[in-house]
């Protein structure tokens, strides 16, 4: 079993900084994509940034040029760095795990973090 923990949300003002954090423990053999969603109230959860497991990174329209995704393969950790945040950052962010092996030759599986809230104030 692999469980992700989140950290670092918080209350910020508008044009303020945060950075998650995401911790990847139990069983891993390897992680191939690591990613933040977040979910607005009333709104579906949607994919913010990605990261492989070889550094490649891609971002949704909406955060390039202020949100940061980085990894740590070596700690299984995960993190987003987030500048110039606006009111329309807030919501729930979700750290999730895609394409994990348990073992070498094990199936592909899909874990999530419980979530931390990021509120920005206008």
């Known amino acids: 079993q692999v469980q992700l923990v989140e950290s670092g949300g918080g209350l910020v003002q508008a044009g303020g900084s945060l950075r998650l954090s995401c911790a990847a423990s139990?069983?891993?053999?390897?992680?191939?994509?690591m990613n933040w969603y977040r979910q607005a109230p009333g709104k579906q959860r949607v994919l913010v940034a990605t990261?492989?497991?070889?550094?490649?990174?891609n971002y949704a329209d909406s955060v390039k040029g202020r949100f940061t995704i980085s990894r740590d393969n070596a700690k299984n950790t995960l993190y987003l760095q987030m500048n110039s945040l606006k009111p329309d950052d807030t919501a729930v962010y979700y750290c999730?795990?895609?394409?994990?092996?348990?073992?070498?030759?094990?199936?592909?599986?899909?874990?999530w973090g419980q979530g931390t809230q990021v509120t920005v104030s206008s």
């Open positions: 990261i492989t497991s070889g550094g490649s990174t």
């Open positions: 999730n795990a895609a394409g994990v092996r348990v073992m070498k030759y094990s199936n592909y599986e899909n874990y």
């Open positions: 139990g069983s891993i053999f390897s992680i191939n994509f």
